[in-house]
């Protein structure tokens, strides 16, 4: 069975910095692309940033790129989103999600089929 627990979100002051981590178990890592989404209250769920199998392939959504970095640990079954220069504008729940393969688009929620519970991101002063 394939779990997938974020960790790390919390409030932060605007333009401070959160990094999340993404524990996943029940799956072989190295198979899977992992992807980073969001949802605001209100607003759909949208891709944020994905890393391939083998992280040969790097993935950011426009309004993320430049400030936020995923990286994925193969020793620890852990991916990471290190979230820089944080805006009132990134509020949201963070998920982590689980493909196995890849695609193209790379951040497509209908094509992860594992996901986490979620964990709050709040930017406010």
């Known amino acids: 069975q394939v779990q997938l627990v974020e960790s790390g979100g919390g409030l932060v002051q605007p333009g401070g910095s959160l990094r999340l981590s993404c524990a996943a178990s029940?799956?072989?890592?190295?198979?899977?692309?992992i992807g980073w989404f969001r949802q605001a209250p209100g607003r759909e769920r949208e891709g944020v940033a994905s890393i391939t199998s083998t992280a040969s392939n790097i993935y950011y959504a426009d309004s993320v790129k430049g400030r936020f970095t995923i990286s994925r640990d193969y020793t620890k079954n852990t991916a990471y989103l290190q979230m820089n220069s944080l805006k009132p504008e990134d509020t949201a729940v963070y998920y982590c999600a689980a493909m196995e393969g890849s695609n193209w688009p790379p951040l497509l929620p209908k094509d992860y089929n594992a996901w986490g519970q979620g964990t709050q991101v709040t930017v406010s002063s």
């Open positions: 029940g799956l072989t890592w190295r198979y899977y692309t």
